[in-house]
């Protein structure tokens, strides 16, 4: 019997250059609600602008039901919304599926539980594999005018993660005028994970297989231009945007054919772009393929626990493990690492996409973190720091990474591994853009917080996060400096921008210029607190070098010791 398929097509559409700015058909019921909202928030002939909720602002009907958040500070947040059915027991690795509807009003007053991760992260709020819940932030009074909708992806290296996180509360997005919802997504084994038993039962199906964790993001992204017209958001203006994990997660979206129509613009936080996080990780077994499958690694998983064959029996048994059995351990010789190849949601690397322009054409804004993070190979030595780069270059890698000689062997390892993995690959995906002629604007992110300047060598992996969400206790604690304050309002300030018109120039501050090729141009948040055009990139040297390293994927997959 065929399965109940609420997310995907087995036809995914072609990808389009205008395909995502094409307004997607709502539910009935959700055309009724704003038909009638519409009507109510009519007249007004003295010019004043009347809310779309004149009621009752905490409640929203959604296809589902009709839920009521908390109105705090003229912020109103709903938390805990199911966007998927729970995906446990036979639901285990299968695409998401339909929401049970609720009669009642269903309160939506606390964040539902993390997807299951071994390290939890938000202590307090509960792990379990039931953890398909999204959350809405929006303004208490909304204007006639639909919102532009911001969709928050987490990062984590897809073993953790949560939508519940404090430093990614969306209400300071709200006090700007947008509407921001964040959402999880199945982690780690659960997330992503492979096995002959599993393909075999999808084929009779038809569903999709591997990237259940990408599945659930599509899902949100689903469910958010289905709903989000009933909390004022414009389902035709939606921005997605995450970092670490949820940028590479971007790549995935913008590179999926089941993502066209989800969004209109994009914002990428140290997502690499170039490959996915383990390089060359297919579904099914494949020759030349430099990393076993997904198929072959859910084998060894299955092995350990004495679970054997391919067929219904052993899909069963991995089906009856915990979620602790699956969450334990993650090892990547038994873990895919995150995104598979599978030709369906993730049809190839990102790079190979992006060199044949076959991604989903919206703007970009993109960037990383000066101190980036990077996984450098191993040396003791400055010689073997450098060895990577040939005889050839030897002579400029030390010139540009090391011209006064002062540099440690850290250092230049660091340094040279987050150029690797960061900072070449966002400008790979710049030019890739750029020659589909699509605007992409990149940054580098250099503030570090007065509290931890002492302690830091310059911002590292994930530090813009806090600024961004303008959540700065969250994210440092006490100590928060004005300077602190004012960085955190200009970035902010910069994506809201970028959210509701495409693009990030503020008033006050430097017109941000799109990237251009030859110019090798950036726009800085610099370590001093301001706003700095850089024209060409100061690290263009550094970069040149790297760029056909990547491009022959010489350190790849070695980094992180597969």
Request: aromatic share 8%.
């Amino acid at each position: 019997m065929k399965s109940s398929l609420r997310f995907f097509s087995k036809s995914p559409p072609v990808f389009s250059s205008n395909a995502c700015c094409e307004p997607r058909p709502l539910l009935a019921g959700i055309v009724s609600l704003l038909t009638t909202l519409a009507l109510s928030a009519c007249g007004g002939g003295d010019g004043s602008v009347t809310s779309l909720f004149p009621t009752d602002p905490t409640q929203a009907t959604i296809d589902a039901g009709v839920v009521k958040g908390v109105q705090l500070d003229n912020v109103v947040s709903f938390k805990g919304i199911p966007f998927a059915a729970p995906p446990v027991g036979d639901l285990r690795w299968r695409a998401p599926q339909p929401v049970v509807p609720w009669s009642a009003i269903r309160v939506a007053d606390r964040f539902g539980n993390d997807c299951m991760q071994t390290n939890a992260t938000t202590p307090g709020n509960p792990v379990s594999e039931d953890c398909l819940y999204l959350n809405v932030w929006r303004p208490a009074s909304v204007p006639r005018a639909p919102l532009p909708v911001m969709v928050w992806v987490y990062g984590g290296g897809y073993v953790s993660g949560g939508a519940s996180n404090p430093r990614e509360d969306g209400a300071q997005f709200a006090k700007q005028g947008v509407i921001l919802v964040s959402f999880n997504y199945r982690l780690g084994r659960i997330g992503f994970f492979g096995h002959p038993a599993l393909t075999a039962a999808a084929t009779r199906s038809g569903e999709p297989l591997g990237n259940y964790g990408n599945m659930d993001q599509i899902a949100a992204l689903q469910w958010v231009q289905k709903n989000i017209a009933a909390f004022g958001g414009d389902p035709k203006n939606v921005t997605v945007f995450g970092e670490s994990a949820g940028g590479e997660s971007i790549h995935s979206l913008v590179t999926s054919p089941l993502a066209v129509n989800l969004f209109h613009k994009v914002i990428n936080e140290s997502g690499n772009g170039r490959v996915n996080q383990a390089y060359g990780r297919y579904l099914r077994p494949t020759p030349g393929a430099p990393l076993p499958s997904a198929e072959e690694q859910g084998v060894a998983f299955a092995a350990q626990f004495g679970i054997t064959g391919t067929g219904d029996a052993a899909l069963a048994s991995l089906r009856g493990l915990s979620a602790k059995q699956l969450t334990d351990n993650p090892a990547i010789a038994t873990f895919a690492g995150g995104a598979i190849i599978d030709g369906k949601v993730v049809p190839e690397e990102p790079e190979v996409l992006y060199s044949k322009g076959q991604f989903i054409k919206v703007p970009m804004l993109l960037g990383t973190n000066d101190a980036d993070l990077g996984f450098a190979k191993p040396a003791t030595t400055k010689d073997e720091v450098f060895s990577i780069f040939g005889s050839g270059d030897l002579a400029a890698a030390k010139a540009a990474f090391d011209p006064q000689g002062t540099a440690t062997v850290s250092q230049l390892r660091n340094q040279i591994g987050a150029v690797i993995t960061m900072h070449e690959p966002a400008r790979f995906v710049a030019r890739a853009f750029t020659a589909q002629g699509q605007p992409a604007y990149l940054y580098r992110f250099s503030y570090v917080p007065d509290s931890l300047k002492s302690r830091l060598p310059g911002a590292t992996h994930a530090l813009e996060i806090p600024f961004v969400f303008n959540n700065l206790e969250a994210g440092f604690g006490s100590g928060i400096t004005a300077a602190d304050r004012q960085v955190a309002q200009t970035v902010q300030s910069c994506w809201v921008a970028f959210a509701k018109t495409g693009k990030p120039s503020v008033a006050g501050l430097p017109e941000w210029p799109v990237f251009n090729t030859a110019a090798n141009n950036l726009l800085e948040f610099t370590a001093a607190g301001d706003v700095q055009i850089r024209q060409p990139d100061t690290l263009k040297a550094q970069i040149d070098l790297i760029q056909p390293i990547n491009e022959r994927h010489v350190v790849v997959n070695t980094q992180y010791g597969l």
